[in-house]
């Protein structure tokens, strides 16, 4: 079903785009390497953290740096946890979304210099959080741990990196809108509003008692769901039916999925807090809110599978690169989303909460969903932007399937630890200690999967980085145009 | 979905409203709880905060032992907190009321420290919890490791005031 709108062009299917360097991407070059570049080093620094933090979680009493206050397991997991969300997960996503809708929007892009002041200015912010939380200066809430000075610099550097999207949408020539760019819209602007309220009432004129919890439940559940999540779903998007050349199956459904998900995602935080003393009509809005969210993951689903069913379109996903990623990141979606709403529910949430199952359905989306997802997407805009060829083949494989079982690995561990010891956890006559043992095993396979992550990344950053030294070359300097 | 201005109210709307309704009216319900009496004449409970507990609060955030230890008890039906000795009754907003920083915590590497000072029975044994089997020995000095420095002190001092052994009027204690 290709419904023409008035441009003449199918709806449902991004603009064919010119195989040759427009010169908005010429423009792009610059803040897009910055973003990417730093992302790609934080991811590193993250992964190597990341082995820390599972052998030491694996054993309190024989893991690594034992008695070394600097790298005590609630330091590690604290930086560790930051470096990949605002370090990895903001950078990438800057670079991702800009690129996106100036794509769609055939922006040009102008006053790159304050992009590129919004990307230094958040990157030192980070540096300078994460040796706080080393030095023992944290918050005590997850996501938030930076001492508070950094959060209001951190918003500035956001506006002046992050909300080039919003003005490339203000800037269009054509009147038609996709997918991609709502979605991308509104994490754009849902994460700073966010950000700014929470940072406000945790950390600066905190909230009384347990409120302060209710609004860090918020936030997370907004950080995670309408930053990584939107940004995510905007880029699989795209580049399902642009690398397929087809349209999305059931597009017309897309608005839907996009109202609904924002409408539901900022009420699921509570959902985080069941059973914790705060008012249970609280709780059950959490609940109510996590299972309505089915809704856009029924969408997603019917776009993003239907789409990749029809006319071999799996097998030809699993031949491209970059879909090979992107529809491992769709997949894991439609499992995160389900997940979500059975494990929302009492009985259920009872069980796995306090376990490891929160720390695996938050690695589902922020690792297989929008990691995947961005990895798919750098192969695709690397070698436009930047002229050049990935230099290895043999490193894009070991990228896919270290990244692909460790995240695999990891989310399964994570999950089916956490379910295990709940359930043990459930009867009073097991003992703790039992129970820790119990677990040991998949405490194992968590040090394996962040080992396995590691490498890839490093074969992911050695690729990347060496076809961005080889295009710097002065002879490539403008010679698309 | 052409209009931007239509896209950014509707969204401003999706994260304004939850805020207002989750976060700002909870503080509106819970925001006046004070110390109060579970009958009436009754003595005021929660206690106010040691001085010395709040400066072992810090050595506590400062640790991040929040990422392994929740601090709060669900009530029966909702896992087993009570049956496993955590608690006596589940936590209640008011528990929290007199706290600067509130740290509920989300994970259980290590058990729940809500009631920990009702539980422990010396500081003896507070102090070598606080050392994980020698996990977070650069808390002591002493050839055995035995002289609690003055962070060590302070965060022994927090979690004995950590305790929920009282009735509340939201929750009171089983005779």
Known sequence: MTQENRSGRPQGRPPEGDSRLTWTEVQLRGPFLLFFVSAVIWLLAASVLGVIAALQQGSLVAGPFRDC???????????????????????????????????????????????????????????????????????????????????????????????????????????????????VVGASFAFPLTYLLAQLLVLWQPASGVVQAIAHSWFVSNLL???????????????????????????????????????????????????????????????????????????????????????????????????????????????????????????????????????????????????????????????????SLWPSAKLVHV??????????????????????????????????????????????????????????????????FGMILKSSAPASAGRHD | MKNLNTLLAGIFLAVALPFGALVISSQVQLGSLGRAPAEEGGPLFPSREPGLAIQGRAVYVSLGCVSCHTQQVRPTGQGSDIARGYGARPSVARDYSQQKLVLL?????????????????????????????????????????????ERAVALAAYLQSLRQDYSSPEAKLKK
Not at chain 1, 104 to 127: D, K, M, P, S, Y
Not at chain 2, 113 to 137: E, M, P, S
């Open chain 1, 399 to 464: 990228h896919f399937w270290a990244t692909a079982l460790g995240a695999v690995a990891s989310v399964v561990a994570l999950l089916v630890g956490g379910f295990e010891s709940g359930k043990q956890l459930a009867d009073a006559s097991v003992s703790f200690q039992q129970v820790a043992k119990g677990g040991s095993s998949w405490n194992v396979a968590l040090s394996v999967s962040a080992v396995l992550l590691l490498v890839g990344h490093v074969a992911f950053a050695l690729n990347a």
């Open chain 1, 225 to 387: 769901l309408l930053w990584f999540g939107a940004s995510a779903l905007a880029a699989v998007y795209y580049f399902l039916p642009k690398v397929l050349g087809r349209t999305i199956t059931g597009y017309y459904l897309a608005p839907v999925a996009f109202w609904t998900f924002f409408l539901f995602a900022s009420w699921t935080g509570p959902s985080a807090l069941i059973g914790s003393p705060v008012p249970l009509w609280l709780q059950s809005v959490g609940v109510v809110a996590g299972a309505m969210l089915i809704v856009p993951v029924i969408i997603t689903a019917i776009n993003f599978h239907g789409t990749l069913s029809s006319e071999g379109g799996w097998s030809r996903a699993w031949n491209d690169t970059t879909l090979r990623f992107v529809s491992f990141g769709a997949i894991a979606f439609t499992l995160f989303g389900v997940l979500n709403a059975v494990f929302g529910f009492r009985g259920p949430n009872a069980v796995v909460r306090f376990t490891s199952f929160a720390a695996g359905q938050e690695q589902l989306l922020v690792y297989a969903f929008a990691t995947m997802v961005l990895f798919g997407s750098a192969y695709f805009v690397l070698p436009r932007l930047t002229g």
């Open chain 2, 105 to 149: 915590g989300d994970r259980r590497i290590g058990p729940d420290l809500a009631n920990y000072g009702a539980r422990a029975k010396t500081l003896d044994a507070v102090h070598a919890a606080i050392q994980h089997n020698g996990q977070y020995v650069f808390l002591y000095t002493g050839v055995k490791n035995d002289v609690a420095s």
């Open chain 1, 69 to 183: 206050e600097i790298l005590t397991y609630g330091h590690v997991a604290a930086a560790q946890r930051n470096l990949f969300v605002y370090g990895w997960g903001f950078n990438a996503f800057f670079a991702l979304n800009l690129w996106l809708l100036s794509q769609l929007g055939r922006f040009e892009f102008r006053n790159g210099w304050i992009a590129t002041l919004g990307g230094a200015v958040w990157n030192l912010a980070l540096t300078y959080g994460v040796i706080q939380i080393f030095a023992g200066n944290q918050t005590g809430f997850g996501l938030l741990e930076f001492p508070r000075e950094v959060g209001p610099v951190l918003a500035v550097a956001f506006l002046l990196a992050g909300f080039w999207p919003i003005v490339a949408f203000a800037r269009r020539p054509t009147g038609h809108t996709f997918a991609s760019q709502w979605f």
